[in-house]
């Protein structure tokens, strides 16, 4: 199998054990080899934040690396965006996140499920690449219920990312699909669970050869020199979205909290809160939606 085949998995355990085995630990061991390989911002989200006014304040909820905390680089400092994620690992880089030398990143350890902040204490929050994580529909719903939670209900704006089944020629990942049924169902399409597998880079190690007889005559062979070990490969859990239901989700989410999903201009009835759609595409083997809040 190569490390770039996708492998079907099915969450047999408790969900946040499956996370804490399949995401978090996995993430804190390869922090340092992911985050070299993650450093260019992805176009649409270099364009949301580089449209936000001055001076607004927002989350990106799975910084990760904390690749995005320093932009818009057009307009560097113009926005504060504070950094949360699970891994402290990942964190302890996010903190000097951007070019050197750079400012101390504001960054805070915890989890997308929780409720650590005020009711719409932020102007804006991003979530890339980290709800495709979670091992359930529900605790999808709930992270996307604490995005639009913790944005003004007023003019907050969200920008979701997860990576799709659908990948393109590009993709580094192959995906085992069933293409005729995907494209002969009539019902509603659900996204697959897999494990991606993530391999370190080749290293020597000095491996240290003994038999059972030498373990018991408590003696070794030191003339064992290095030997080229395989890289370790760590297999992390998605969940990757099929057509329409990053779009489903937010709008179960948004049913959850009582909000309405379309244009003010569609209800008179004060004291309404809603959402508006405003992007919902597939771009580079990943779908996206772009919100917009608004109340009466």
Known sequence: ?????????????????????????????????????????????????????????????????????????????????????????????????????????????????????????????????????????????????????????????????VWAIEQDQLSKRNVPLDHEALSESTEPIVGQDVFVPWAMTPQNVKAKITSNSKLQAGSSDSSDGPETCPPPVYNRYYHMFAKGELTMLVRDAAKALKIEVGVPEEYTEPGTRGITVTQDGWERSNYYVELRCWEI
């Open 1 to 161: 199998m190569s490390s770039k085949d996708v492998i079907r998995a099915a969450v047999l355990d408790d969900p946040q054990s499956h996370e804490d085995v399949h995401v978090h630990a996995i993430y804190d061991k390869i922090a340092t080899h992911f985050s070299s390989t993650r450093y260019k911002p992805w176009p649409i989200v270099a364009q949301f934040l580089s449209g936000l006014p001055t001076g607004w304040i927002g989350l990106d909820s799975g910084t990760g690396n904390g690749k995005y905390l320093p932009l818009p680089y057009d307009r560097p400092g113009s926005v504060l965006t504070i950094g949360l994620d699970r891994s402290r690992n990942l964190l302890h880089i996010a903190r000097t996140a951007g070019q050197n030398p750079s400012p101390t990143r504001e960054v805070v350890w915890g989890d997308v499920l929780g409720n650590g902040w005020r009711s719409g204490a932020f102007d804006y929050a991003i979530s890339i690449a980290t709800i495709h994580h979670l091992a359930s529909y529900e605790r999808r719903q709930i992270a996307v219920e604490r995005l639009l939670e913790c944005v003004s209900p007023s003019h907050g704006r969200i920008l979701i990312y």
